[in-house]
T-cell receptor, first 111, second 114 residues
Framework: DAKTTQPNSMESNEEEPVHLPCNHSTISGTDYIHWYRQLPSQGPEYVIHGLTSNVNNRMASLAIAEDRKSSTLILHRATLRDAAVYYCILRSNFGNEKLTFGTGTRLTIIP | EPEVTQTPSHQVTQMGQEVILRCVPISNHLYFYWYRQILGQKVEFLVSFYNNEISEKSEIFDDQFSVERPDGSNFTLKIRSTKLEDSAMYFC????????????FGEGSRLTVL
């Protein structure tokens, strides 16, 4: 599996934007960049995914570097409910490839 | 909004006992997964299931584990003879047809083996 590197932890103030980085220098052409998060005592939850272009949805934005070797998940206005572990995962679009979770970034929101 | 449901939410069992964890995936989904998370550790892949057979399994998924989709709605994980180290949260997930589609996870079943 292609590997991703994320900071272990980050802090942000409530109601401010949060930029969560992810490095994936060995990404292949068929790998999509997926972001999931896990709130305390819950199962993982899909956030967003993309291939080459930046993506926006109701939860977040995903900014993908032109060379695709890094990406940034952007939470536009963090709330206390956004405190979670955020996982950046590469997943091929071929077949039934599983998601492989790393250790992620633990995001703490400061009120 | 459709969701994946899991039962029981918490099960306590004695070492050596059989345990069945149940999942009801989202109704039109075709791909099914079990993951587990030991307390304080990563979410680990166990097995994926498609078209009534296992697509892929990890090293964790040994002969003590089995999965079944008995009636077209439920998706079960059976542990034949539980060990202390099987204590973990077990998450079921499902996804639809699209290969890049998101996985929907359940809330998990906490298994405690004494």
């Amino acid at each position: 599996d292609a590997k991703t590197t994320q900071p272990n932890s980050m802090e942000s103030n409530e109601e401010e934007p949060v930029h969560l980085p992810c490095n994936h220098s060995t990404i292949s052409g068929t790998d999509y960049i997926h972001w999931y998060r896990q709130l305390p005592s819950q199962g993982p939850e899909y956030v967003i995914h993309g291939l080459t272009s930046n993506v926006n949805n109701r939860m977040a934005s995903l900014a993908i570097a032109e060379d695709r070797k890094s990406s940034t998940l952007i939470l536009h206005r963090a709330t206390l409910r956004d405190a979670a572990v955020y996982y950046c995962i590469l997943r091929s679009n071929f077949g039934n490839e599983k998601l492989t979770f790393g250790t992620g970034t633990r995001l703490t929101i400061i009120p | 909004e459709p969701e994946v449901t899991q039962t029981p939410s918490h099960q306590v069992t004695q070492m050596g006992q059989e345990v069945i964890l149940r999942c009801v995936p989202i109704s039109n989904h075709l791909y099914f997964y079990w993951y587990r998370q030991i307390l304080g550790q990563k979410v680990e892949f166990l097995v994926s299931f498609y078209n009534n057979e296992i697509s892929e399994k990890s090293e964790i998924f040994d002969d003590q584990f089995s999965v079944e989709r008995p009636d077209g709605s439920n998706f079960t994980l059976k542990i034949r003879s539980t060990k202390l180290e099987d204590s973990a949260m077990y998450f079921c997930a499902s996804r639809g047809q699209q290969n890049t589609g998101e996985l929907f996870f359940g809330e998990g079943s906490r298994l405690t083996v004494l």
